[in-house]
């Protein structure tokens, strides 16, 4: 995405004016405020507001706890405490508000998160923008013949080009309908009156892009992000986690680093799977039919095991 | 929508052999079970299952309110007084979950009502069929010029056929290309391989037909119906809150008659506003400069006043 | 609530140090940051951070409605539009969070608001002070005769003088033997283990006072302040809701004043009532049996409009 | 908790007169249906209604994944599967509704979770019941001196008699007094008027028994069941945790059975976790230091793997 220069320069001038204030601040979030960070061929995050820092985080759980948290010696060790037991209050008294700028059919999976706040550019008032999201060639991937939900090989050459063609001219061709029938491309003073906005939308394939202002606590952010910055999530979402991720890890360090040990980088396990590698670490060969394990959990078992 | 022959002895399969049950039971709502109700030309709301009825809801408040509820004598004045005074927890007593098939577009506006849940066919797994919403040519209408996001007059003769023609063809293109993307249409053993579906879906218009299965309480499915049943709200979810209103109204004809009263055909006043309407029943006349209102105020308050 | 010296001096180094931010800042906030508003006689309530001011719900309703919300010429204006149409999600966008010492009875009402955050300060982990609700003698109300859930007249004294010599020697005795079960009062060397916390806290009646951190948004907060701050509710409460209304209107003024309008100062009416007022308006004399509506309906009714 | 012959009929006349319903049955659930199950001295829990079987969960899955479902053979299976990957919403597809009575600081606790509905019974309504949980001598612990939050000991002889004793006596002079301040135990005609309900419950310690209806979906219900059936969770809540386990598992026998497996019976690990098993299965021995663990996370990870 490349902002326009006047966009440019409206966060520009929103950055240019620090006040002061008496709120916990985040020096690594006040340095991403308003900053466009591209995803895809014409989406973007960017941090709007914030709320809280990693400190905050702490304060909320003593709290809670009161003395009882006095012989965790420091920040970090009570965060990271907090993380391994479960206890999402803490975390979620922490807020952070984005603009996002994304394709419909992106902003269809990301929605199902429901404990977020959303105002969503309503193509019911207002007409959209011929922005539509054309994969590069790189991401063109082939349905996997293993995984109902994923992606296969990369596709090649002339399937490519032809996928890339549909895409285009598709999407071109729709918007030139969608104008068409809001009668905005007849300033010829024609007597057409002009299909509804809330009408003409329909029209529009789920790869053009919408925008969306979205706030949330760092609690429900970060289980967005187990899901949503996961191998398994669809590219053009993991995208957008990975982009905010990043900014979250400026944000709240303490709190992003118990959450990459203990939600990314950790594992779950099933009773089943807890036995099998007790009797691992005991010396015993266990295979797929000793495991009690179905194929799929012993596949999924298997890949993180050995 | 005309059911196929399959799905109508489906249906009449799950209707052929009632069981025995201890639970609450509304001969109402049981009349309804799994049978379609038709809306628009390709979709439908159809009740899947049901929780309580009538007399859970005046159940629930005796629990909460004990021997305070012995004034009111009899189930329907506890229901009205539950109602006029916002006491929302009983009516969350009751739970309804409905199977729905509806345009992509409808579903966006749908599932801003987050407090309820959802199961959606995904398009990640599985491959849409080819059904589109086209509207009736007496619901093509045009923008309205006083309201951003409404309907003004209805399109007529030649600016409606071409419009029509438009979405037609656009969505029979559109999925001619993403059946041709995900390679099912080539069976001769080409080497094609085949778009991965998460990805083909995007070439598909906000008309295309989706499904879910929708599950929410009764408090929070009127908070939907007085939004959704509204003469504002547009048309297109308008007619399935209609039927999913004529399925409640048998479902629960006490709660629903008290919802008709005291939300749908009622009003709500700002402070203004009764101050106006007392200086009218005093025999004042106040006129727009004298109310305090704005423009948009005044022009609403007297569409209902006079 | 009689801060110690402590507490000042901890709040006065909280505000001793403001600090540059890019985000929006409200001045009239930033002047209650941590200070302590009393309620009753041991509670307060202090703002701990808060998100966003009246232009960020501007900002959120213009990136839902974009160019449809131009119309509307200034800020006031459009917030009074969507306060008036119930569009939440714009009111959605600003966040408080707030440090509140609160007597268990009214914790107990409070927490029934679901859609927020809160951390409680936790009897499991911690001992809790020895601190009470005495209601001071004119809040000391008999039992309404009309209403179930209302008060009456001021008791007078020796009754009054009766109940609060019981309330006070019961929160006495009831603490001593709180502490006397925990083991705190035996420093003597003696071999008593002392009940685990978890349990002893049983002994303290609803009275004793606990504290949180509670975070919500302001459409939530507007919810919680248009029930908790009516004269309906229960004095107890009605004190936090007024002393936070107090802050909300020095951080949103617009929105504050919106809410007065619409909310506070407002009316609902049923159907009935705006027959019942139409045919006022139109010279009719109207009695209750004429009305068709309920006893206590009419009751109210006649309340508002005589 | 006995029953009052009252209570015992009551039951079995709900109980007597089944309906016909369309809609899905369990027969294990039909069993419990009004029945009380004892909890603690004076409390139960009663289910009261329920939505769904372990069928309605596949067929809400199959409506999502479609054709995608196919390749998993069987109901069972498909149910692991969606354990497995925390796909929630079909799960959200069950709901049940309970009636419990229990001690005011476990409702604390318990109503924490707020992801269900409650009508709860109101002391500023009703008089409560002169009815206090009093633990079994084998319930009353000594503060645990290694965890903050639990138990050690039993506490043994003379200072259980003590403490038995002391909770006894407190809850009934509390209630006595708070029966006085009502003034419902003077019917000679005296003038007393009797202190508002909603102040005199104040006097009330937390022991005191209430009840509510609580209803929750099943993803949410094992959530419950997850935190508090669980070793670590307060005596007093786990033994309702339980009593609600053993309908479930009779409800939903396949969800239950993945249920205990993947969660319950299960671990998570973090990722320093997952590299000392690897390095353990590949036959190295990692101590502490080693580790990169905290004490408190060594400890637990040892707890469980040697």
């Known amino acids: 995405m490349a902002l326009t220069p006047e966009q440019e320069a409206e966060i520009e001038s929103a950055r240019a004016h620090p006040r002061p204030t008496l709120r916990a601040v985040s020096e690594g979030m006040e340095a991403h405020l308003y900053r466009a960070h591209p995803v895809l061929d014409h989406g973007f995050i960017r ?3 914030y709320m809280g820092d990693d400190s905050a985080i702490v304060q909320a759980a003593r709290v809670s706890y009161g003395a009882g948290t006095k012989h965790v010696s420091n920040d970090e060790g009570l965060i990271r405490y907090l993380m391994r037991h479960w206890h999402s209050s803490p975390f979620e008294m922490c807020e952070v508000k984005l603009h996002v700028k994304l394709p419909v059919f992106v902003a269809r999976q990301w929605i ?6 959303v105002n969503e550019y309503s193509a ?5 923008d011929r ?3 054309i994969p590069a060639p790189e991401n063109l991937a082939a349905q996997s013949k293993v995984n109902n939900q994923g992606r296969g090989e990369t596709l090649a050459g ?6 890339l063609e549909i895409l285009k001219s598709d999407a071109n061709r729709a918007y030139d ?7 905005q491309a007849q300033p010829d003073g024609s007597p057409q009156q002009g299909l509804a906005r809330e009408l003409a939308r329909m029209n529009l394939p789920a790869n053009v892009y919408t925008q969306w202002y979205w706030k949330v606590d760092l609690h429900n952010l970060f289980h967005f992000l187990r899901l949503r910055a996961d191998p398994h999530a669809q590219y053009e979402i ?3 986690a990975e982009a905010i991720a990043a900014c979250v890890k400026d944000w709240v360090p303490l709190a992003y680093a118990a959450f990459e040990d203990y939600r990314l980088g950790g594992a779950t396990l099933s009773a089943k799977a807890v036995a099998v590698l007790k009797r691992r670490l005991a010396g015993e060969t266990v295979d797929e039919a000793a495991s009690g394990m179905s194929k799929g959990e012993w596949r999924e078992f298997t890949a993180l095991w050995g």
């Open 47 to 49: 941090v709007v507001d």
């Open 112 to 117: 199902r998160h429901r404990t977020a706040n």
């Open 124 to 128: 019911r008032y207002s007409v959209l």
């Open 131 to 133: 922005e539509f999201y």
């Open 158 to 163: 002339e399937e490519a080009a032809r996928v």
């Open 177 to 183: 309908n969608y104008e068409g029938m809001l009668g």
């Open 238 to 240: 993991r995208v957008y």
